[in-house]
């Protein structure tokens, strides 16, 4: 398998750089001597990441440019130059239930950016962060669940509109609205449209792992940490109950990669997912690796329901990639709180 599509010394545009999976990429792109020019909101908030990069990677290969609104037609004018590869992870995640401003804002961002990346020559390929949410949500009442990657979960559409606003899954239903619909949007502009590079969209289950931003906002690397210290409000429980599919940062890094250089994906939709579990199988480690510290007693929940996803070809490309399978749960669930030791 080859991941010549774009030589050594490229740049890449990601967006969404210092966010949980964004700074992973980031990150692993440097590794592997590409550079990056980061899109993010606001230059000043992300100077301790900005210096991380630069101490780790030497000036001049990371940089960033702040574009407040990604919505604007001419959001993007200008940050292209140069770009080879374009990754793009940014998304709302601010879990708001007013469904027009987020879904708007997620299908609008996605398309003007596909539109000016037709524009630039030097971009080869185009990689969008979707989310397993955009084909399936696990479900205690169903037993077995075998979730495949031509399926949509358009049923959050009316979800999303029709429940109230005070009902606390309410902004879930909202984001999974603007995850299909965005995802929607770009294949039916690229499908239409016929833009010269190729476009791929990588599917990520739960996300856990260690954090590559020194200053890292609300993911679930976040939300996890907060299990590990016991606080009160336990948000990280709206994704395991039931849980689907973890898989760490890393992995999902090193999948947007493969797919981006890769010659051999084009049109696909790619799963980033690795382990199932559930929530108490991440305790019993902690137990296990943390004997000093006290922990919340495990929850009593229904059993989990069995989630079969077809990874073989993520598997190919992580192993063809980088030469090892997935890191293991414990791994990733071990790594994620290093932050808050």
């Known amino acids: 398998m080859s991941f010549d599509r774009i030589p050594k010394g490229s740049l890449f545009l990601v967006t969404g750089a210092t966010g949980f999976i964004g700074s992973a990429v980031t990150d692993a792109a440097l590794a592997r001597g590409f550079k990056v020019r980061g899109v993010t909101r606001s230059i000043p908030k992300a100077a301790a990441f900005q210096k991380s990069l630069d101490d780790k990677y030497g000036k001049g290969k990371f940089e960033l440019v702040e574009v407040k609104d990604l919505t604007a037609p001419d959001a993007f004018d200008g940050i292209l130059e140069g770009v080879a590869g374009v990754l793009h992870l940014a998304t709302d995640i601010s879990m708001s239930i007013s469904y027009d401003v987020v879904v708007d804002s997620v299908v609008q961002a996605t398309v003007e950016l596909m539109k000016a990346a037709a524009k630039v020559p030097s971009v080869k390929s185009f990689v969008l962060t979707s989310s397993r949410i955009a084909i399936f949500n696990p479900d205690y009442n169903q037993r077995e669940i075998s979730p495949k990657l031509d399926q949509w979960g358009d049923h959050f559409i009316d979800a999303a509109k029709q429940t109230p606003d005070d009902h606390p899954m309410k902004g879930v239903l909202v984001y999974a609205a603007s995850k299909v619909l965005g995802e929607h949007a770009a294949w039916d502009y690229y499908n239409s449209a016929h833009p010269a590079y190729t476009f791929n969209t990588v599917l990520p289950d739960l996300v856990l792992g260690p954090t590559f931003n020194p200053t890292p906002g609300n993911s679930t690397h976040t ?96 192993r063809a990639f980088e030469g090892r399978s997935w890191f293991s749960l414990r791994e990733s669930v071990i790594a994620n709180v290093q932050d808050v030791l």
């Open 223 to 318: 939300l996890l940490n907060s299990l590990f210290l016991s606080e009160a409000e336990l948000v990280i429980l709206n994704f395991v109950k039931p849980a689907s599919l973890a898989v760490d940062v890393r992995d999902v890094a090193s999948i947007h990669l493969a797919v981006l250089l890769s010659t051999s994906t084009q049109g696909k939709r790619i799963w980033a997912a690795a382990h199932r579990f559930e929530i108490n199988d991440i305790l019993a480690i902690w137990r296990e690796e943390f004997p000093e510290r006290k922990f919340l007693e495990d929850f009593k929940l229904p059993p989990q329901p069995k989630i079969t996803l077809e990874l073989a070809e993520s598997e190919e490309l992580l």
